[in-house]
């Protein structure tokens, strides 16, 4: 594999260049912001050097004017002054693609970002998806040929389920992907853990133990791809309610967490409001639950829980560079009897239903809960798919489809 690989991201911002207004990279850390926005820059503004952090504070506007665009200018956050002079310029030139911005998920939030209100355009970077690093990424997203019954093709190369737990395990931070060696890769993201909840200085602000957060996530991530409560989270971590709200919402800044939210609907009742938990990159995951590929493969709950994990990670980041792509959901009925893994909640346009299983041979009764959202929702329902491990792709019951994993990346 070459160093170099073309991001979704990379398409997003070849097509929002055509637009006067600044795009914004955000992204966890060393997901490839930088290594992305300076292909497309002519000029880059470096705000953590000290110098250059200097000299733009004195005078942004002046440090901005007769600059080569696309002019890139990464952690903006340490000059946050810098966007009212981005507002001003963008409003005083049209001129398409001037500005690109990046930073981390946390600076996304960030209470000076309201100059850019209206001027700031959001590119998302996730950790890279599979379909990246096979170079994959033209066509239509997997969701939307759900939605609309396009074919879906699969590789030439099918992996069995150890093949889909190592693919997962190695993660999708780029230092990671890029290292052939195990040993070394595993190194990689223990390191990006231990500096996380020990050194980053994204988490100076909320001042954590570093103690205590690390047990936070390592009971978050044992409970990904699950509806673990806060009292169920805090009590594993040994810390009070209030301590576990605010290592919630700094973890999902730093971009190391994401929680789905439960769907709604007024043709359906008694639907759990609970959100689902999942680790942002399932090679964190197991630097955080300490576990290898056998340790996985010994247990069915720890193989579910990866897959879907994997999978969901897989297409978050494929729709945060669409435009008006789904929203992203979970469904469970209140006793239990009904819940399905993915929602992707398309509006006016349908509902795609997608569930996750660790099976090479899905049948009728592994769809049993699609065919009854089907069944519920009516005109509504536009497609549904069990997601498998094995190597075919048959229909299981009216617009409710067996897929390999493995077409995600096809």
Same mark, same amino acid.
């Given at each position: 594999?070459?160093?170099?690989? =073309?991001?979704? !991201?990379?398409?997003?911002?070849?097509?929002? *260049?055509?637009?006067?207004?600044?795009?914004?990279?955000?992204?966890?850390?060393?997901?490839? #912001?930088?290594?992305?926005?300076?292909?497309?820059? %002519?000029?880059?503004?470096?705000?953590?050097?000290?110098? %250059? %952090?200097?000299?733009?504070?004195?005078?942004?506007?002046?440090?901005?004017?007769?600059?080569?665009?696309?002019?890139?200018?990464?952690?903006?956050?340490?000059?946050?002054?810098?966007?009212?002079?981005? #507002?001003?310029?963008?409003?005083?030139?049209?001129?398409?693609?001037?500005?690109?911005?990046?930073?981390?998920?946390?600076?996304?939030?960030?209470?000076?970002?309201?100059?850019?209100? /209206?001027?700031?355009?959001?590119?998302?970077?996730?950790?890279?998806?599979? +379909?990246?690093?096979?170079?994959?990424?033209?066509?239509?997203?997997?969701?939307?040929?759900?939605?609309?019954?396009?074919?879906?093709?699969?590789?030439?190369? &099918?992996?069995?389920?150890?093949?889909?737990?190592?693919?997962?395990?190695?993660?999708?931070?780029?230092?990671?992907?890029?290292?052939?060696?195990?040993?070394?890769?595993?190194?990689?993201?223990?390191?990006?853990?231990?500096?996380?909840?020990?050194?980053?200085?994204?988490?100076?602000?909320?001042?954590?133990?570093?103690?205590?957060?690390? =047990?936070?996530?390592?009971?978050?991530a044992l409970n990904t791809a699950g509806l673990a409560t806060d009292a169920t989270l805090i009590k594993a971590a040994g810390i009070d309610r209030r301590t576990g709200e605010?290592? $919630?919402?700094?973890?999902?800044?730093?971009?190391?967490?994401?929680?789905?939210?439960?769907?709604?609907?007024?043709?359906?009742?008694?639907?759990? #409001?609970?959100? #689902?938990?999942?680790?942002?990159? $399932?090679? @964190?995951?197991?630097? !955080?639950?300490?576990?290898?590929?056998? $340790?996985?493969?010994?247990?069915?709950?720890?193989?579910?829980? @990866?897959?879907?994990?994997?999978?969901?990670?897989?297409?978050?980041?494929?729709?945060?560079?669409?435009? +008006? /792509?789904?929203?992203?959901?979970?469904?469970?009925? *209140?006793?239990?009897? =009904?819940? &399905?893994?993915?929602?992707?909640?398309?509006?006016? +346009?349908?509902?795609?239903?997608?569930?996750i299983k660790a099976t090479n041979a899905p049948d009728t009764s592994d769809a049993r809960h699609l065919a009854w959202l089907r069944d519920e929702l009516g005109p509504q329902?536009?497609?549904?798919?069990?997601?498998?491990?094995?190597?075919?792709?048959?229909?299981?019951?009216?617009? &409710?489809? *067996?897929?390999? &994993?493995?077409?995600?990346?096809?």
């Amino acid at each position: 594999m070459t160093t170099y690989i =073309r991001r979704m !991201a990379d398409v997003r911002i070849e097509f929002l *260049a055509e637009s006067p207004a600044a795009l914004f990279i955000t992204g966890a850390r060393a997901t490839g #912001k930088t290594t992305t926005a300076r292909r497309h820059a %002519a000029t880059v503004i470096q705000l953590d050097n000290a110098d %250059a %952090a200097a000299a733009v504070r004195v005078d942004p506007d002046a440090a901005l004017r007769d600059l080569q665009p696309p002019v890139l200018l990464d952690e903006w956050q340490v000059v946050p002054e810098v966007l009212g002079a981005v #507002k001003r310029a963008v409003d005083n030139d049209r001129t398409p693609g001037r500005f690109i911005l990046s930073g981390s998920v946390r600076s996304a939030r960030d209470s000076a970002l309201w100059p850019g209100t /209206g001027r700031l355009l959001p590119v998302a970077m996730h950790p890279l998806t599979v +379909r990246e690093q096979v170079g994959a990424i033209d066509g239509v997203e997997f969701l939307e040929r759900l939605r609309t019954g396009d074919d879906n093709p699969l590789p030439a190369d &099918i992996p069995d389920l150890r093949a889909y737990v190592e693919i997962a395990l190695r993660g999708g931070f780029p230092e990671a992907v890029l290292e052939p060696q195990v040993e070394r890769r595993d190194a990689w993201l223990d390191g990006y853990l231990s500096h996380m909840v020990t050194r980053d200085p994204s988490t100076l602000g909320a001042s954590p133990d570093s103690g205590r957060l690390g =047990r936070f996530f390592g009971a978050y991530a044992l409970n990904t791809a699950g509806l673990a409560t806060d009292a169920t989270l805090i009590k594993a971590a040994g810390i009070d309610r209030r301590t576990g709200e605010s290592y $919630t919402q700094l973890l999902s800044d730093l971009g190391i967490i994401a929680e789905l939210p439960s769907w709604h609907s007024n043709r359906l009742s008694r639907l759990v #409001k609970g959100r #689902k938990r999942l680790a942002a990159d $399932t090679g @964190l995951w197991a630097a !955080a639950v300490g576990i290898d590929a056998a $340790t996985v493969m010994s247990s069915g709950d720890l193989i579910g829980r @990866l897959l879907e994990t994997f999978v969901i990670n897989q297409l978050r980041a494929e729709t945060a560079v669409t435009t +008006r /792509g789904p929203q992203l959901c979970h469904l469970r009925v *209140a006793d239990g009897r =009904r819940e &399905i893994d993915l929602i992707a909640d398309f509006g006016a +346009r349908g509902i795609v239903a997608v569930e996750i299983k660790a099976t090479n041979a899905p049948d009728t009764s592994d769809a049993r809960h699609l065919a009854w959202l089907r069944d519920e929702l009516g005109p509504q329902f536009a497609a549904g798919a069990v997601l498998h491990v094995g190597s075919h792709q048959y229909r299981l019951s009216d617009q &409710i489809d *067996a897929i390999p &994993i493995c077409a995600l990346w096809a």
